[in-house]
């Protein structure tokens, strides 16, 4: 059984930077890709952005490129999500997850359906 921990959100004032992680437990992290998603409240969950498994490759949804940096350190079995230059439409629930099997390409990583297990969510909340 594998579990995911979210640390790190927080309330923050628009412009501002806060760093999620994900703990993971088990020995197969480094063997998956996975992903961050967010739901806000009336609104479907969504992806946010993705990392394979070697941390080679990274795909972000449109609305986060260039502000927010998903990485990963298998070391630790750990996963992030830097997020800077917030903004209120940045405020959800935030959820790491693990792919189910290998994902190639952007289609496949973005898609709730190709993930298997999933964290309890950190709450973020950007002010105006």
């Known amino acids: 059984q594998v579990q995911l921990v979210e640390s790190g959100g927080g309330l923050v004032q628009a412009g501002g930077s806060l760093r999620l992680s994900c703990a993971a437990s088990?020995?197969?992290?480094?063997?998956?890709?996975m992903g961050w998603f967010r739901q806000s409240p009336g609104k479907e969950r969504e992806f946010v952005a993705a990392?394979?498994?070697?941390?080679?490759?990274?795909y972000y949804a449109d609305s986060v490129k260039g502000r927010f940096t998903i990485s990963r350190a298998n070391a630790k079995n750990t996963l992030y999500l830097q997020m800077n230059n917030l903004t209120p439409e940045d405020t959800a629930v935030y959820y790491c997850?693990?792919?189910?099997?290998?994902?190639?390409?952007?289609?496949?990583?973005?898609?709730?359906?190709?993930?298997?297990?999933w964290g309890q969510g950190t709450q973020v909340t950007v002010s105006s």
């Open positions: 997850a693990r792919t189910a099997r290998s994902c190639s390409g952007y289609g496949c990583y973005a898609s709730s359906s190709q993930y298997d297990y």
């Open positions: 990392i394979s498994w070697t941390g080679s490759v990274t």
């Open positions: 088990g020995r197969t992290f480094s063997l998956y890709g």
